[in-house]
């Protein structure tokens, strides 16, 4: 086609078709800070931008010769930013004649293959810059090369100004919207930027748009990218600290009904084509009777951009209402202060203590473990040195002759309860990471509790796959795959505890329990069902904006690809019920009384999953008759067990406010645990005695 050109300057030429303009290059360094080029706009007429004239077109042309170390950004004159790429085009080379328009461009980038010759949608909208602003000014192009060993160089870049343009994106949604505004700065991996945040839940039933005001909260926070593996994926998960108004304190807020607090997650779906790997073994873990990290799904709006279907959700942390454990104080070093409270992670190497443990098959490589409460910078030597010496005691029972002794064993030191449901939730998902990495623990005060437990559980995103390391019939196990076979060592404890005939019947007894209960098919079903409804006009915006259904992307999958958000869903199923009627056919040990396991060990303090005010049951000790009165949100269940874990008595309804009378004059004398669960999941605890 003909071009006719009105005007050739010297840094950009009008088309009677459109104004372009051409930008600064250089050199793009390798694994190094951000490199910006720009390009400075006048005369541009009509200079408001909007539908009638704005931004239509960026091309880009750049050699580099591993793509996917790449993500570049394009910042307007008011601060807007839109993502143009992110980390795509794996070993392939450079970005050749390589454009990007929201009106004409089709498919997305994400799709396309390198060196991206074409028209192209953007991983951001470009309509979001055409919100009325002044487009004369200095326009930014932000390249970034995020890993060693490939460099490169930006060739030419330029920008399109036209009719018919692009608008900004408002989002409508029927679930919590959160709107991040970074005030044009971009964020880090392993630091942090100061940012201002929105929440909006207008309630079940109602329409949330991004425009709302912030009625869940409206204020300041601190936010990183976190994550390993993760953080390499085009859609970011993000770790963030509510801040009081002056911005120089955190502060605890109420946020989505869960409990008050600072320190928040932001969980990407990239990873989890169903949004709920991770959401359904958290929900199966708490209905175990442990502590998972509350969550609600929602939709994350980042500087103007749609960025898809997250989890908000609570960071694993010492906490009255998540990890109920003492607190620690630099003070406390000596005595049983020194004894707790207390969380450990087995993970990817950090501030921590080394084993004097190694595998047999790579000795060179020594178990790791990590601080997390006290943290690395603030754990005091005795304090290290204490927790350090129950996992070394712990590890030279786990490793003698004698682990199995009822005395000189292991069984004493751990809450044998937490480590055979941890181990049913990771094996029940087929999860590769749950005896590597990602491995939370905790110990409280001796005077409270001198045992370790397991848990919280964490990071299912690799889980309940169809992966070219899982067998097609799902069968075998995880926890007792070869110490050296991944990037961080598996943890072999589960692998002798599980040799011990005492610790396989309490799994298999906690297995019939649950298969009985909440791990019942029609159970697990119908809660990936009713995930499937909240979800059904989401997932269709996520996938719009990442168009990943059937493509092999995140954890390594092997065919048949889910083509659908549906298909996805009805995979998850089919795994997760292949899986356990393996487990009920090949789970070691014998029950013959199956039983609840969470209240049968008295001699624990019970993890209350909700610390609540609202529940209150009396006299204490009864004798004929207990008296359960409960005002807070809707709740539907209230459950009594026996110190043995027998259920005596259970009530369903749906109240948000109740007194209750149970007639316990036939139960024997003893301690009872009176269970109240509300709609939402949470489950509220107290103890009462019968005389």
């Not at 932000?142 to 692009?166: M, N, P, R």
């Not at 013959?592 to 609540?612: C, E, F, G, L, R």
Request: proline share 5%; glycine share 8%; net charge negative.
């Amino acid at each position: 086609m003909r071009h006719i050109f009105c005007i050739v300057a010297i840094l950009f030429s009008i088309h009677c078709n459109g104004q372009t303009y051409s930008g600064t290059v250089g050199s793009i360094p390798d694994a190094a800070p951000a490199v910006y080029f720009s390009i400075p706009v006048s005369g541009l007429t009509p200079a408001t931008l909007n539908h009638a004239h704005g931004l239509v077109k960026v091309c880009i042309n750049i050699n580099h010769t591993y793509d996917s170390d790449l993500e570049a950004k394009l910042f307007a004159p008011d601060g807007t930013v839109v993502s143009l790429f992110t980390n795509i085009g794996g070993g392939g080379d450079n970005y050749t004649g390589t454009c990007f328009s929201s009106i004409t461009g089709s498919p997305s980038i994400d799709s396309g293959v390198a060196p991206f010759t074409g028209v192209f949608l953007p991983e951001g909208s470009l309509g979001n810059i055409n919100n009325g602003q002044n487009g004369n000014g200095v326009w930014t192009l932000q390249i970034k090369d995020d890993a060693a060993a490939d460099t490169g160089s930006l060739i030419d870049w330029s920008i399109t100004f036209d009719t018919g343009a692009a608008v900004p994106y408002v989002v409508t949604s029927d679930i919590p919207l959160i709107v991040l505004n970074t005030h044009g700065q971009s964020i880090p991996d392993g630091s942090s930027i100061f940012a201002r945040m929105k929440v909006i839940d207008n309630g079940a039933g109602s329409v949330n748009h991004s425009s709302d005001p912030g009625n869940v909260y409206d204020g300041n926070i601190d936010i990183t990218i976190r994550g390993a593996y993760s953080a390499s994926l085009p859609q970011k998960p993000y770790g963030l600290v509510t801040y009081k108004a002056d911005s120089s304190t955190d502060s605890n807020v109420v946020m989505l009904n869960m409990p008050s607090e600072h320190d928040w997650i932001l969980l990407a779906g990239y990873n989890d084509k169903s949004f709920i790997r991770n959401t359904l073994m958290f929900k199966l873990f708490n209905d175990m009777g442990h502590y998972a990290s509350r969550y609600r799904h929602c939709e994350l709006i980042l500087n103007g951009e749609y960025e898809g279907v997250y989890i908000f959700m609570e960071k694993i942390k010492r906490d009255s209402n998540r990890v109920n454990i003492a607190k620690l104080k630099a003070v406390d070093t000596a005595g049983d202060q020194l004894t707790g409270g207390y969380i450990f992670e087995h993970n990817y190497s950090g501030p921590g203590w080394t084993s004097v443990y190694s595998p047999d098959s790579c000795n060179t490589r020594f178990y790791e473990y990590q601080y997390n409460y006290p943290s690395g910078s603030s754990i005091q030597p005795q304090q290290g040195s204490y927790i350090q010496h129950v996992i070394d005691t712990l590890e030279n029972r786990l490793y003698s002759s004698a682990f199995a002794d009822s005395v000189m064993g292991y069984r004493s030191l751990i809450n044998s309860t937490s480590f055979a449901d941890y181990l049913i939730c990771n094996e029940l998902s087929w999860n590769i990471d749950g005896f590597k990495k990602s491995m939370f623990f905790f110990k409280d005060k001796n005077s409270h509790d001198p045992t370790l437990h397991a848990g919280p559980i964490w990071d299912f995103d690799w889980s309940l796959k169809r992966t070219p390391w899982t067998p097609t019939d799902y069968s075998g196990w995880t926890y007792n795959s070869p110490p050296c076979s991944g990037d961080v060592l598996y943890l072999p404890w589960w692998n002798i505890m599980m040799s011990d005939t005492v610790f396989q019947n309490e799994v298999r007894c906690h297995w019939d329990y649950f298969r009985e209960h909440s791990f019942r098919t029609d159970s697990v079903n119908h809660y990936i069902d009713s995930m499937s409804v909240l979800l059904s006009q989401a997932q269709g915006r996520h996938f719009t904006r990442w168009p990943i259904l059937g493509i092999n992307t995140g954890t390594p999958e092997v065919p048949p690809f889910s083509a659908t958000y549906q298909e996805e869903m009805d995979t998850l199923k089919s795994i997760i019920q292949q899986r356990m009627v393996w487990l009920d056919a090949n789970l070691p040990g014998h029950c013959y009384n199956a039983y609840n396991p969470h209240p049968v060990d008295t001699t624990t303090k019970v993890q209350q999953i909700s610390t609540a005010v609202s529940l209150a049951c009396y006299p204490n000790p009864a004798s004929k008759t207990i008296n359960i009165s409960y005002n807070g949100s809707p709740a539907n269940l209230i459950k009594v067990y026996s110190q043995l874990g027998q259920l005596v008595y259970a009530q369903s309804f749906s109240l948000s406010q109740f007194k209750w009378a149970v007639d316990c004059s036939k139960w024997s004398t003893g301690m009872y645990l009176v269970c109240v669960q509300k709609e939402n999941g949470e489950t509220l605890l107290c103890k009462i005695a019968k005389e």
